[in-house]
């Protein structure tokens, strides 16, 4: 697929290039430690019976919790640990990992579930 595009798109961030370049240096540090552990797991989810597909069935099962139940199961939690002021849940369609939590600062998260 080709573009008649000749340039690279610009991008204007709402930070200054000092505050854009920290956070691209903070976060571009990568860990290789665990490469060989995912690799042997891999490894073998290929290798099992079945395959990755199977694998996961196997892992976790078929049935799943309607995203508006695990909401209210996270919001139960963090009001039993009285934490729920510091977190805010979002339900967001079509994440590639079912959940994950993001720091907004100051102490405050967001719970992301798929």
């Known amino acids: 697929c ?3 595009l000749t340039e690279a798109p610009k991008f204007i961030y709402a930070y ?3 505050v854009v370049t920290k956070a691209f240096q903070d976060n571009s ?4 430690d665990y490469l ?3 690799q042997r797991i891999m490894d073998k989810v290929n290798a099992s019976d079945g395959g990755p597909d199977a694998f996961m069935k196997l892992m976790y099962g078929e049935e799943k919790i309607p ?3 695990l909401h209210d199961l ?5 009001k039993d640990h009285n934490i729920d002021d510091k977190v ?6 079509g994440m590639l990992s079912a959940a994950n939590v993001a720091s907004c600062g100051e102490g405050k998260y967001v719970v992301n579930i798929a």
Do not use: G, M, Q, T
């Not at 540090?29 to 290789?32: A, D, E, L, P, Y």
């Not at 996270?74 to 963090?78: G, T």
């Open 2 to 4: 080709s573009s008649d």
């Open 16 to 18: 200054s290039d000092e």
């Open 29 to 32: 540090k990568v860990c290789f």
């Open 36 to 38: 060989p552990d995912a």
């Open 67 to 69: 995203s508006e139940e």
């Open 74 to 78: 996270i919001l139960e939690y963090l």
């Open 88 to 93: 805010e849940i979002r339900v967001v369609e």
